[in-house]
C-alpha cells in the first residue's frame, strides 16, 4: 500500500500540499504521543509481571511493531516533503517505507489478537494457554509480519485487502466471548470478572476505520487523498495500541453474582 503514497508525483496544487501537511500533522501527532503511551504501557506491563502475572508474546510483539513504526515515521516525513515519487528511484525509500506500511497495517490486525487473548484469558483460561502459548504466537507473529512486508515489497496490494475478513472475524469473536460468555461462579466467594469492555471498543473502531477506507481506497485505487487520509487515520494507532495492551492487563473488575448478593443478605440479617 505504500506504492500509492510514495510513487506519486505531485502537481504542487493546493490540494496536495493540504494532504502532505494533514499526514505530517498526524505522524508528528502520533510520534509525540506514542513514545509516551508506550512507555506507560511498558510500565504497567512490568508492574503486572513483577506481581506474579504472565504477559503475552503478542503484546510485547504488538509494541515492538509500534516501537518500529514510530522510529519509521521521521524518515516518512522527510521522504513525504523531499523525495518526490521516491518508490521508484530509490531502493531505500522502497525498502523502509514497506516496513513502515507494513508495520502499520500488521499492527492492526494484531491489535485484534490481543484484545481476543485477553477476552479468553478471563473467561476461558486453559482455552487461552493452549491456543495462544508463547513460541507458537511469537513465530506466528513474525511470519504474518513477513507476509505483510513481503506484499509490500512486491506490491501485491490485493492480498492485504483480502486479508481484510480475517480481522472481522476475530472481532467478532472477540464481541461473543466477551458479552456472551456465562460467567464462572463454581469457587467461593461466588465472584466473577469481567472483561473490559474499553479495550475492545478501541479494537473495533480502528477496525471500522480500517474496512471503510480499505473498500474506498479499492474503489478509487488512484485517489492520492483518499492513501493520506486512511495513513493518517491509522497512524494513531501507536497511540491506542499501548492503552489497549494496558486495559487487557489492568486489574480486572470483580461483580458481585446473585449468590453472593444472597450470602450478603444473610450476613445482614443474622
Avoid: N
Amino acid at each position: 500500500m505504500a506504492e500509492f503514497l510514495f510513487s506519486y508525483y505531485w502537481d504542487g496544487t493546493t490540494q496536495e500540499l493540504a494532504g502532505k501537511v494533514r499526514l505530517s500533522i498526524f505522524l508528528i501527532a502520533g510520534l509525540c504521543a506514542g513514545l509516551p503511551a508506550l512507555v506507560w504501557a511498558l510500565r504497567v506491563l512490568y508492574g503486572h509481571y513483577k506481581s506474579g502475572g504472565r504477559i503475552s508474546a503478542l503484546v510485547i510483539v504488538l509494541l515492538l511493531s509500534d516501537l518500529l513504526e514510530l522510529l519509521l515515521s521521521p524518515y516518512v516525513m522527510r521522504v513525504l516533503w523531499q523525495e518526490e515519487g521516491c518508490w521508484e528511484s530509490s531502493r531505500t525509500c522502497w525498502t523502509i517505507t514497506s516496513f513502515w506500511s507494513a508495520s502499520v497495517i500488521y499492527g492492526l490486525h494484531l491489535q485484534q489478537v490481543v484484545v481476543l487473548e485477553g477476552a479468553l484469558s478471563l473467561r476461558h483460561p486453559p482455552c487461552s494457554a493452549h491456543v495462544f502459548f508463547p513460541s507458537c504466537s511469537t513465530i506466528t507473529s513474525i511470519l504474518v509480519f513477513i507476509s505483510f512486508f513481503l506484499c509490500e515489497i512486491f506490491e501485491v496490494t490485493p492480498l492485504i485487502f483480502l486479508s481484510l475478513p480475517l480481522p472481522l472475524t476475530i472481532t467478532l469473536t472477540s464481541c461473543i466471548v466477551t458479552c456472551r460468555a456465562p460467567p464462572q461462579t463454581g469457587d467461593p466467594p461466588y465472584r466473577t470478572r469481567r472483561p473490559s469492555s474499553a479495550a475492545l471498543a478501541f479494537a473495533t473502531s480502528a477496525l471500522i476505520l480500517h474496512g471503510t477506507f480499505t473498500i474506498a481506497c479499492v474503489i478509487r485505487r488512484d485517489s492520492w487523498d483518499l492513501w493520506v487520509m486512511y495513513f493518517s487515520l491509522m497512524s494513531l494507532r501507536v497511540v491506542t495500541d499501548p492503552l489497549v495492551c494496558a486495559l487487557v492487563y489492568r486489574k480486572d473488575l470483580e461483580l458481585q453474582t446473585p449468590h453472593a448478593e444472597h450470602d450478603a443478605v444473610i450476613e445482614l440479617s443474622e
